[in-house]
């Protein structure tokens, strides 16, 4: 490998990373709370209950979301994948008012 | 499996994401958890830190002496309020609230009193105590408590992601269980990191998951928000309050505070309370409201019972029923570990401290692996970061260790000394951080440890001699609070001084190993 591929190699990485970096802490909990406002409005309980239960299962959500970022083969991929979530989430939220 | 961003797998991205995450939370993870299994001894810490007044032993003693003390000095006040003490802890607080003021929520009431076990009205001096460690726990220091809990919110959070990837990132973990190869360098780091991580692992991915529960709706507000116009109608809902009730301006006695008590023991199955508050003292309209204290019962939550100041009859109780308040009160409860009876309570601690381990551990691992790798080559984050460890893992309890030296020291009729605690050990841990710096970190390592070690060891002699609570003469009163306080305080002072000698003696034979390389490559050369 030339010395050029292997900076191009590190750049890459480093950037790869950095959107990775991205995508965890704002976008996984913006995903996040479309989850837990979903899961919210349809757990099938009383308004109260179901706001208890969602809230604490909300951290189980992000620290999944997170790991599967990290896990994923591109950060492309790990994001594009976060938004179809958190739409479908936001929408079914939305729906469920 | 696809391939990680390493392009080596699923357990080796994950790998990365260990480490990094990690080291970012390393510091003050290491500080929560060591707040945290320390405050399992909050009560004790407190009675500590008071050698003033002794162990309660009769609950209605108390009480009747608080509502003696409030009838004497605030017969006119619109509310008083009695914070009792559970077994573990020593003396009563009473406030009251003058008519037409709004109650003091946090800081220094004014009003405040202390109540001796005698009943009487008695001084202590002026500390936090346990309270202080608890409080730094979750709300950090120097800063509005609103960033202290996002601080540590964030950093739990990457915890719970730390023991997620750590788990799948070791793929032997029933064998890590049993393996520990000592005095191997960096391969011991990693054998402890792997041993504390896994052998407490229940317990640490419980008390992480259940403190963030513990604030969740600040951390995540998303449910609420879903549900409920505003957050206030959510607390309406999940925690409502009483409604106020006005005097009627004729007197009345107060009815005899005994058969209150034995009727809520009787409606709460032997519970006892933590706050007796008594709204309208004297007055027709008077009203008594007993809320249960948390340490004889697991679900964290209101139990309340309401009783009518006059004729003593109950009038209504609230206790949670709502499914969903039950999960989280006792989520709640496990994390605080209130209702822990003694057993109970010293496997908490232990686990805390196996998880103030695990963290120390795996921050000196980072070190310890890169130093192999970068031989004698200067690399300024490894320097950093190498010296921050020592501030940090040896630093802080050294600092902590300052606090309950200043509760001894300071003069008792010092002006705000109880922050004056606080802020020793604060400027303790500033100097071990400059100490960290100007010292090579093989040395600042030992002397920090050591000097920890012969700090502790001194508390319990120090206060035999100048104290009324030292060792023996909590033993001859059979104060078994005291006596575990400055036993413990002996077995952490020996602990300390013990790593502090490993440390010397593994650097000691590095050293001479590294000599008789140098030798060796001499002679061949």
């Known amino acids: 490998m030339k010395t050029a591929d292997v900076a191009n190699a590190k750049g890459r990485k480093g950037w790869d990373v950095t959107a990775r970096i991205v995508l965890t802490i704002p976008g996984a909990y913006a995903v996040t709370a479309a989850c837990t406002m979903l899961l919210a409005r349809t757990i099938p309980a009383s308004r109260l209950d179901a706001t208890l239960w969602a809230t604490i299962a909300a951290f189980g959500i992000y620290a999944a979301l997170v790991v599967w970022v990290f896990a994923a083969s591109s950060a492309l991929r790990a994001g594009l994948v976060l938004l179809a979530i958190g739409a479908i989430a936001g929408l079914g939220a939305m729906w469920a008012a | ?525």
Request: net charge positive.
């Open chain 2, 1 to 525: 499996m696809k391939q990680g961003f390493t392009k080596q797998g699923f357990r080796q991205s994950q790998a990365g994401l260990h480490t990094w995450s990690g080291l970012l939370v390393g510091w003050v993870l290491y500080l929560i958890f060591l707040n945290g299994a320390v405050s399992y001894w909050r009560e004790e810490i407190t009675r500590w830190a008071q050698p003033e007044i002794g162990a309660t032993r009769n609950l209605e003693t108390v009480t009747r002496g608080a509502i003696a003390h409030l009838q004497a000095t605030a017969p006119k006040a619109a509310s008083w309020q009695i914070m009792l003490p559970d077994e573990r802890a020593s003396g009563a607080t009473t406030t009251y609230r003058e008519k037409g003021k709004k109650p003091v929520l946090r800081g220094d009431d004014p009003t405040a009193t202390l109540i001796g076990p005698d009943g009487k009205p008695t001084v202590a001096r002026d500390t936090e105590g346990g309270d202080v460690f608890y409080r730094l726990h979750f709300d950090l220091r120097y800063m509005p408590v609103i960033w202290g809990r996002w601080v540590v919110g964030f950093c739990s959070m990457f915890m719970l992601v730390a023991i997620v990837s750590g788990v799948i990132t070791h793929k032997k973990i029933f064998a890590d269980f049993f393996t520990f190869r000592p005095g191997k360098g960096q391969r011991s780091w990693l054998d402890g990191h792997n041993a504390l991580a896994v052998l407490a692992l229940p317990f640490h991915a419980m008390i992480t998951y259940t403190g963030l529960v513990t604030l969740m709706v600040i951390y995540v507000p998303f449910g609420v928000t879903a549900n409920y116009p505003t957050l206030k109608a959510y607390y309406a809902e999940s925690a409502p309050r009483l409604k106020p009730v006005k005097p009627t301006g004729q007197p009345a006695p107060l009815t005899d505070i005994g058969p209150v008590l034995a009727t809520a023991a009787r409606l709460w199955d032997g519970g006892q309370p933590g706050i007796i508050r008594i709204d309208n003292p004297g007055d027709k309209a008077a009203r008594i409201v007993l809320t249960r204290r948390a340490s004889d019962k697991l679900v964290d939550g209101r139990w309340e019972i309401v009783f009518d100041g006059v004729t003593g009859k109950v009038r209504s109780s609230v206790a949670p029923t709502s499914a969903g308040m039950i999960t989280r009160g006792g989520m709640i409860g496990l994390h605080a570990g209130r209702f822990a009876p003694m057993t109970l309570r010293w496997l908490f601690f232990l686990s805390g401290v196996a998880g103030t381990a695990m963290v120390a551990t795996g921050l000196v691992l980072w070190t310890a692996k890169r130093r192999a790798k970068l031989g004698t080559r200067f690399h300024l984050g490894f320097w950093v970061v190498e010296r921050l460890n020592v501030g940090a893992v040896a630093g802080l309890p050294l600092a902590m260790t300052g606090f309950l030296w200043a509760n001894r020291l300071l003069p008792t009729g010092m002006a705000h000394r109880a922050d004056w605690e606080v802020h020793t050990m604060f400027l303790a841990w500033g100097a071990t951080l400059l100490h960290a710096f100007v010292r090579p970190p093989n040395k600042a390592w030992i002397e920090q440890l050591s000097l920890t070690g012969v700090a502790l060891l001194l508390l319990p002699v120090f206060d035999q001699a100048a104290t009324p609570r030292g060792l023996i003469d909590s033993l001859k009163a059979g104060d078994g609070a005291l006596v575990g306080m400055e036993l413990g305080l002996l077995v952490l002072g020996a602990s300390f001084l013990a790593i502090a000698w490993r440390t010397a003696r593994s650097q000691a034979k590095r050293r001479a190993k590294d000599a008789a390389l140098v030798q060796l490559a001499q002679a061949r050369g």
